[in-house]
């Protein structure tokens, strides 16, 4: 039995909305309990929003749209904006230990992904603002017809808790860049890291009421998607979810941005470098303990090389230590619930039933305490089991043989789900002919979650709506009007 004994201070907050530049509990003085996965133990009190609160944020935030934040000029807003991204490297290691904390997600990943990113997002978006351009077309010697932008609004940006600062700053980056001010809705499971966001972004130079906060679970996300003078909504989270935001904010017709679940296969051909598929393959299927919605939870391996690719497979993910997520070789740490780390372990209670065998894992790890789980990986599921269908969203993967590229490709796109996949093969014809027949948003060739913010980033079908990324993400959170000027 491992112990989840400390290597670090702990200096958790508790966590309050941010409302006009303060700090602010609820108005109904009402809170609750930030657990902490990876030991259970109590972080800290989080306030719990209501109408009441949210009600005041937007207010608040409508006020400052009318403030000098829209109307900055350019090369000013864009220097406030890469002075957040700064402050975020300057706070990592305290963004960092939060973000572990609140998520049980590996230290080393926190620092060199989550809080990394985090920063990059305004860095990234800081440059992009300056060089973003309208479309203009002549026409004739009749009229030039051309676009000008203006923010949005008042927009609502709603996340989950497996990459918490990162999807709260791919977000908040690109609405501030293009002169929006705005409420945040964090992950009630995860609440510290934006919670600092907020301040940074007043210390930063973002003027008072630009960038506000309410804490709380989906009846404050609700308040915020229903409320009349609330003008966008980007949300990431379940698919579900999704559903009943569009419901909610039908009634006032808000733009939306929904970046949704996934299922995504990962299928690998027998031309493929194995070498390569293992080392990723790792990766795609067991980092952030699974909690990423771009993980390749269905793998599909030509049989050719199926029994070489599990034996190699099984033992590396055999290698990968579960475990306290501040020790620094720990791969795998914490799941980041107690009831998400119950719904996988229902999972793997159904695995069972549908008869698959589990070569790793299948059980919860040997803890003290926290909701750790080892790295699982199924075979011998049908593609109608429910394992193979369903986001589970832990460290859990299915494995199955296929043996023509016309039976695996109607597998593939046998789904609701369209977020992403990955294709491994030697034949660059192939890759090319199967990626436009792949029904996802993004096809990763011969690797997995390599990012560039300028892509379209996004699901099709059931996991999302929209794409994010550059121009993408301006094109949200920007109203076009277009001008025609008759000559
Ligand atoms: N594809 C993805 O990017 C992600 C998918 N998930 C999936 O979601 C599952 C649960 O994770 P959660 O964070 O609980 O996802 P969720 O979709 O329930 O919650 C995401 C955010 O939406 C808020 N919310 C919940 N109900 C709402 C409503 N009716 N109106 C407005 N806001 C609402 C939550 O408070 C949270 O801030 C996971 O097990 C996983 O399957 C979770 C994280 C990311
Ligand atoms: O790289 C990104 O912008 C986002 C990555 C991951 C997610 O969106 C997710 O897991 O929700």
């Not at 400390?6 to 109904?28: A, D, F, L, T």
């Not at 700064?86 to 590996?106: C, F, H, V, W, Y």
């Not at 980056?173 to 600092?196: C, F, R």
Request: charged share 25%.
């Amino acid at each position: 039995m491992q112990t989840t004994e400390r290597k670090v201070e702990i200096k958790p907050i508790n966590c309050s909305h941010y409302i006009g530049g303060k700090y602010v509990e609820s108005k109904s003085g009402k809170t609750f309990k930030n657990i902490n996965p990876a030991t259970e133990e109590v972080l800290g009190v989080v306030a719990e929003g209501g109408r009441e609160d949210v009600n005041e944020a937007v207010e608040v935030a409508r006020t400052a749209l009318k403030g000098e934040w829209g109307n900055m000029p350019v090369r000013k807003r864009s220097a406030i904006i890469r002075k957040i991204g700064d402050l975020i490297l300057e706070r990592k290691q305290e963004l960092a230990t939060l973000e572990t904390l609140d998520t049980g997600k590996p230290i080393w990943l926190s620092n060199s992904v989550d809080i990394e990113r985090a920063a990059y997002n305004f860095h990234f978006f800081a440059d992009y603002m300056t060089t973003v351009g309208n479309e203009s077309y002549q026409q004739d010697d009749i009229a030039i017809h051309y676009s000008v932008r203006r923010p949005v609004g008042v927009v609502g940006l709603i996340n989950p808790w497996n990459l918490p600062l990162l999807l709260m700053t791919w977000k908040l980056a690109p609405a501030l860049a293009a002169g929006n001010t705005v409420v945040m809705k964090p992950s009630e499971v995860t609440p510290m890291t934006a919670t600092v966001l907020a301040q940074i972004c007043t210390d930063a130079g973002v003027p008072e009421g630009v960038v506000n906060m309410v804490h709380g679970f989906g009846n404050t996300g609700a308040a915020l998607t229903s409320h009349d003078d609330v003008d966008a909504i980007a949300f990431t989270g379940e698919t579900v979810t999704g559903s009943a935001i569009m419901k909610s904010a039908a009634p006032t017709l808000k733009k939306l941005s929904f970046e949704l679940g996934g299922k995504n296969p990962n299928v690998i051909f027998a031309d493929a470098n194995l070498d390569d598929v293992i080392e990723t393959t790792l990766k795609s299927s067991f980092i952030n303990q699974g909690e990423v919605c771009l993980c390749g939870s269905r793998i599909y391996v030509e049989r050719a090389i199926y029994d070489e690719f599990l034996e190699r497979f099984v033992a590396k993910t055999k290698e990968l230590k579960v475990g306290d997520p501040f020790a620094e070789d720990t791969k795998v740490g914490a799941l980041v619930s107690e009831e998400h780390y119950n719904k996988v372990l229902s999972y793997l209670a159904i695995a069972k039933e549908e008869g698959g065998t589990f070569l790793t894992g299948g059980k919860k790890a040997d803890m003290e305490k926290g909701f750790y789980v080892e790295p699982t990986i199924i075979t011998g599921l049908g593609r109608d089991s429910r394992c193979v269908r369903e986001e589970i969203f832990g460290p859990v993967v299915t494995v199955l043989p296929f043996d023509t590229e016309e039976e695996v490709m109607e597998q593939v796109n046998d789904t609701h789900y369209g977020l992403s996949a990955s294709l491994w093969t030697g034949d660059v014809k192939r890759a090319a002919r199967l990626s436009a027949q792949i029904e996802a948003g993004m096809v990763w060739v011969n690797t997995w979650f390599l990012r560039d913010l300028r892509t379209p980033f996004g699901g099709a079908k059931r996991s999302g709506i929209g794409r994010e990324g550059g121009a993408h993400s301006f094109d949200f959170y920007s109203e076009i009007t277009n001008v025609t000027l008759k000559l």
